[in-house]
């Protein structure tokens, strides 16, 4: 029906089509297993990238240099943890997520014969797509803030005297690096995989659970942080599906992370920055709405946003490419 609120029915996008084209698809569980084995090489990419970076922030530490001279393997554990816990550290990890992408990307192109297009990459109107999706995150997770703020979950302390300009451009950066990595991976990879074979819908939910499964060792994790992340998924799936590129939901992924810790200073999937743009704290015994010590992602305010924005893509019609 044409005047329906909204439509369930999903087209495959042409990236799924071009797929085909280049290799059938698998049985679910044999997609399944290549996946895991493809992420255990990625994330083993993503800690050769990031050995150096490891390396020099110890070799630059005082305490560490100290301990270790001294053969102090207590305190040089001690003074691991802390460097471990430094945006410095957060910093090197996030740039050093290029190295998944690159073994996903590798292994699309040499095993499973597609080309960059049939993971999202497409040079038209990829510049504008960028800017909308970073826009669209922005208002999206702030809208959660505001939700919370005014239910007197989280208050909003005023500006923060942690602030670096130049640390808050690093982790611009390295969150654009980040966000298109789970992007590829999830929705460019696996989504675009499992829907070789089965329908987009099954595409889009299994991806949505094995997105949010690749989060169940952050600290502070609890189920309704799961069925958010379950949430995300399947708006980062429709957002691809929809759009047609990988663009667009990789830039709303990256500024979706980057304001929960940098601008409002929240806590991102469990993880704490100290350079932020304002200062915020939880009110205490609103976790359902706050997510506690998940951070915002965690709570009913995010649940909303994100319950909101699948309606809206929903609604919308499959861009034409």
């Keep these: 029906m044409e005047n329906q ?14 797929a085909q084209e280049a290799q059938k698809g698998l049985n679910w569980f044999l997609e399944i297993l290549i996946f895991l084995a493809v992420f255990v090489v990625s994330s083993i990419g993503q800690v050769l990238v990031m050995l150096p970076g490891e390396l020099i922030l110890l070799a630059q530490n005082a305490d560490y240099r100290s301990a270790a001279a001294a053969g102090d393997v207590e305190a040089a554990a001690a003074a691991a943890a802390q460097i471990g816990s430094s945006d410095l550290y957060m910093v090197f990890s996030l740039f050093a997520t290029i190295g998944m992408t690159v073994v996903v990307i590798l292994f699309c192109r040499l095993i499973q014969k597609r080309k960059p297009d049939t993971l999202g990459f497409i040079k038209s109107g990829m510049g504008k797509e960028y800017l909308t999706g970073l826009v669209v995150g922005f208002v999206m997770f702030s809208s959660a803030v505001l939700i919370c703020v005014a239910a007197g979950a989280i208050k909003i302390e005023g500006f923060s005297e942690t602030f670096s300009i130049l640390m808050f451009f690093l982790f611009l950066l390295g969150f654009m690096l980040q966000g ?34 690749l989060h169940l060792l952050n600290n502070g994790i609890s189920v309704p942080a799961f069925i958010n992340l379950v949430l995300f998924g399947i708006f980062a799936s429709l957002y691809f599906v929809k759009k047609g590129n990988i663009w667009g939901v990789a830039a709303v992924h990256s500024v979706w992370n980057l304001v929960q810790g940098n601008f409002w200073g929240l806590r991102v999937s469990g993880m704490v920055t100290e350079c932020s743009v304002l200062r915020s704290t939880m009110v205490e015994g609103r976790e359902l709405l706050n997510g506690g010590a998940f951070g915002p992602e965690g709570g009913l305010g995010v649940s909303v946003v994100l319950l909101v924005g699948i309606c809206v893509l929903l609604r919308k019609k499959k861009d034409v490419k």
């Excluded at 609120?5 to 071009?18: D, G, R, T």
């Excluded at 992007?183 to 889009?204: D, F, K, L």
Aim: positive net charge; aromatic residues 10%; glycine residues 2%.
């Design 5 to 18: 609120l909204f439509s369930l029915q999903l087209e495959k996008p042409q990236a799924v089509v071009k």
């Design 180 to 213: 298109m990595a789970e992007e590829v991976i999830c929705r460019g990879y696996v989504m675009v995989s499992i829907a070789r074979r089965y329908s987009m819908w099954t595409a889009v939910i299994s991806n949505a659970v094995i997105f949010a499964a």
